[in-house]
Structures are given as structure tokens and as C-alpha cells.
């Protein structure tokens, strides 16, 4: 099967949340050998930038995003052999969770699912995450990025300590935020190193903090 049809048919199976066709393109793909680096990002990643612009627009919701997401995560498993296993081979790995405090998911888990889209090993810990956890979560896996959403006024002082614990430790760590009550000015303050409106900001964002 010809490398651009594998491809196309990697990005169709995103979009439609097709996990029989993804398993079809994938093992296609291992037969021809093709780079999973391309497979990531022209196929799998593009699929889910167009759910991420879809769920922007409203034109599809949760449910959806999170299908297209496992879709997606059926494909990287059967990559990883060729990948070295793991995150080896992928863009980088991003530590993500919502701050001590805050129990919202919905935003950060389709942050996730973009990221994981675009080729990132995103560890996912969940709400209620403190500035402590996250860091030993980056320690364990010598991640780049720290990621921490706040969906309400009351904890968006839990993201200041995050930049405070990262710098009062001396840690290499990126720390990038985002979610309602969060705007860029706010992240400026507190000396974040990025701030994203949207899940499709987000991506953008993460590979020029990795670059």
C-alpha cells in the first residue's frame, strides 16, 4: 500500500474514531516501514488537529475527542516496537494535570489528547495535582514541560506555586498553564513560561518549548 494512502487513511481513522481502520493503516505501515515519525505527524497528528478544531467550533464534544484520542493511542501502541518502546522517539514528554484544589478535567483532557496526537509522551495525573507531585512526576520522567490547568479563580495561586517550586528548586522544567480564569497577562506575572487559550494553541506552544 502506497505510503501517502497509509497516511490518509491514519488521519480518516482519527477523524472518524476508527479503531479497525486505524489497526489496518497501522500494520500497513509496519509492513512498509514507513518512519512513525511521519505517521505521527501527517497522519495521527493531523487527524486530531481537525477534532481539535472541530471541538473549538462546537461541532463535536467530549465523548468525541476522547474516542478520536484512544483511536489514536491504539496506533502508538502498535508503533512502539519501532519507536524504540515507550517514549523513546516521540517530540518529548509533557507532565499535565489540573492544581491542588481543582477537580475539572474536561479542558486539560483534551489538551492531553492533542498533545498525544502531535507525537508527545503526555503523562496525565489527573485533578488535585500539587506543585510537588508535579515535579516528581517530571523528575520520574525526565519530562520538559510541566502543564497545570485551573478551571477556578480560587486556584489559580496553586499555578504561581508551581513556577515558584520549579525555580526555588533550580529545576529545568517549562511550566505552561491555561483554563478559564487564566489569561496571558496572569502567566506573564507569575513568570510562566507559556499560556494557552485553547487545546489548539497548545500544541503550537508545546513544540516551541521543545525545539
Request: aromatic share 6%; net charge negative; proline share 3%.
Amino acid at each position: 500500500m502506497a505510503k501517502d494512502k497509509i497516511i490518509a487513511d491514519l488521519k480518516t481513522a482519527v477523524e472518524t474514531w476508527n479503531i479497525a481502520l486505524v489497526q489496518e493503516a497501522t500494520k500497513a505501515a509496519l509492513a512498509e516501514k514507513i518512519d512513525p515519525k511521519d505517521l505521527i505527524e501527517f497522519g495521527l497528528g493531523k487527524g486530531m488537529e481537525t477534532i481539535g478544531n472541530r471541538f473549538d467550533s462546537a461541532e463535536i464534544f467530549l465523548p468525541q475527542v476522547v474516542a478520536a484520542s484512544k483511536t489514536m493511542e491504539v496506533a502508538l501502541k502498535m508503533l512502539e516496537p519501532v519507536m524504540g518502546g515507550g517514549s523513546e522517539g516521540l517530540r518529548g514528554t509533557v507532565i499535565m494535570g489540573t492544581v491542588e484544589g481543582d477537580i475539572h478535567e474536561i479542558g486539560k483532557n483534551v489538551c492531553c489528547a492533542m498533545m498525544r496526537g502531535a507525537g508527545f509522551n503526555v503523562i496525565d495525573l489527573g485533578p488535585d495535582v500539587s506543585p510537588d507531585a508535579f515535579i516528581e512526576a517530571a523528575e520520574d520522567n525526565d519530562a520538559q514541560i510541566i502543564g497545570g490547568s485551573a478551571l477556578m479563580t480560587t486556584t489559580l495561586e496553586v499555578q504561581k506555586d508551581v513556577v515558584n517550586a520549579i525555580k526555588e528548586g533550580g529545576y529545568p522544567y517549562k511550566a505552561i498553564f491555561g483554563g478559564a480564569p487564566c489569561t496571558k497577562e496572569w502567566c506573564d506575572q507569575i513568570g510562566a513560561d507559556g499560556y494557552s487559550a485553547t487545546a489548539g494553541e497548545i500544541v503550537e506552544l508545546v513544540k516551541k518549548l521543545t525545539s
